[in-house]
């Protein structure tokens, strides 16, 4: 059996109280054998002490993340300490921290990977990672990703980068335990059988250019030529057009729509730069040989395609009939969400509309749910010739749903 809870508390300042609500809301369920506590915040859940003291009371290991706004099953501010407790009796977790991260480091995640099983040898296999990474100009997104293949062989992992409410996010961390961690990466391993159900919402295909480009020269996030030309010439022929200092204003709104041509989706990936000799500098690494398309971003598309994925949930809606026909609710035990903050900040002085979405269709089942936003997401996409392999991926401006 697998059995998700969720609490929360909108209270930063009064420790007793925070801590005292979230235990209420724990007890209306009985914990199984096991259990893992995920937690999202802002960092001032931090600083007066909340956190902390969350940590020292409860039973179970604890990690996560800050994050700008988050929800749960009843909540109705954003600004909350969000906590998601899975626990079974079947299956089992153990935690580990792999840091600092570097771009040299790149044994770093594999090697605690390595160490972290040499401790829970008596436990069944891993058939899950939940991870939370730190947010690092020094590496992309996509490093933490290649470190748990390499390190596992393909475990699917699902998960986030860490962000907070500043403007340069300085104030970003990843949680463990009772610690706090600036270039750390914290993971939860899920030992035995578990078959969760992964959603994305990406950009509509309306939003997408016509036409296509291949990367013929890249490292890494930066791609440097398309079609044996800049990549700067492929955006400018989309349609992009540059202000009189050369410059093209509000770049992060164009991202790349991403064809690894490896039978997976498509993936995006944000463009938040360009280089003086043309390249394009992405939230995520992009393959030579990759096929790209330019796409668009605003408020509308946004919720329309959290609002389609929402739908695709097997809980049925008889007042939707855009709604799964699947009324059974008890196949699904709990949903961990996370959306890109690209998502929430396109949505303007409107922020919370893509929660309400979330809320909207959620909230009447009672299964518990907790959603942050986040600097890039970790989910895995299928494939579309079998539908049983997973490719793990880095994602960039997408909304991503674990479902168990």
Do not use: W
Not at 7 to 19: G, N, S, V
Not at 225 to 239: H, M, N, R, V
């Amino acid at each position: 059996m697998i059995r998700t809870l969720s609490a929360f508390t909108e209270e930063m300042d009064d420790i007793e109280l925070a801590i005292s609500e979230i235990k209420q809301q724990l007890e209306r369920q009985e914990l199984l054998a096991h259990s893992i506590g995920l937690v999202s915040c802002l960092p001032a859940f931090l600083e007066t002490g909340v956190y902390a003291a969350l940590v020292e009371a409860l039973p179970f290991d604890i990690v996560g993340q800050t994050t700008i706004a988050g929800a749960e099953l009843g909540s109705s501010s954003l600004d909350i300490l969000s906590l998601f407790v899975i626990t079974s009796d079947e299956l089992e977790f153990s935690i580990g921290l792999a840091g600092p991260v570097t771009a040299e480091g790149k044994d770093t995640i594999a090697n605690s990977y390595r160490e972290t099983l040499a401790q829970v040898a008596d436990k069944p296999p891993v058939s899950l990672i939940i991870a939370y990474a730190p947010l690092l100009l020094t590496v992309s997104g996509d490093y933490f990703i290649r470190a748990f293949d390499e390190a596992t062989g393909g475990i699917p992992v699902f998960g986030s980068l860490a962000i907070d409410n500043t403007i340069d996010y300085h104030n970003s961390r990843v949680l463990f335990r009772e610690e706090e961690y600036v270039d750390y990466l914290a993971y939860v391993l899920v030992h035995g059988v578990v078959k969760p159900r992964y959603y994305l919402a990406t950009i509509s295909d309306e939003k997408i250019s016509s036409g296509t480009g291949v990367v013929t020269k890249s490292q890494g996030n930066q791609v440097m030529e398309i079609d044996g030309a800049p990549a700067l010439q492929f955006l400018l022929s989309k349609g992009l057009a540059t202000d009189d200092e050369g410059v093209i204003q509000g770049l992060n709104s164009f991202p790349y729509i991403v064809d690894f041509n490896d039978g997976t989706d498509s993936a995006i990936r944000v463009i938040f730069a360009m280089t003086d000799e043309g390249s394009a500098v992405c939230l995520g690494d992009i393959p030579e040989g990759a096929t790209l398309s330019v796409g668009y971003f605003d408020d509308e598309d946004i919720l329309r395609s959290t609002r389609t994925e929402l739908r695709q949930l097997p809980i049925g809606d008889p007042s939707d009939p855009g709604a799964s026909s699947d009324l059974d609710t008890s196949a699904i035990n709990g949903i961990l969400i996370f959306s890109c903050l690209g998502r929430y900040l396109n949505l303007g002085f409107e922020s919370d509309r893509e929660v309400a979405e979330v809320r909207a269709r959620l909230d009447q089942t009672g299964i518990p749910y907790a959603i942050a936003y986040s600097g890039g997401e970790m989910c895995p996409l299928g494939s579309h010739t079998d539908s049983s392999k997973l490719t793990n991926r880095f994602h960039n401006s997408t909304f991503i749903m674990l479902v168990l």
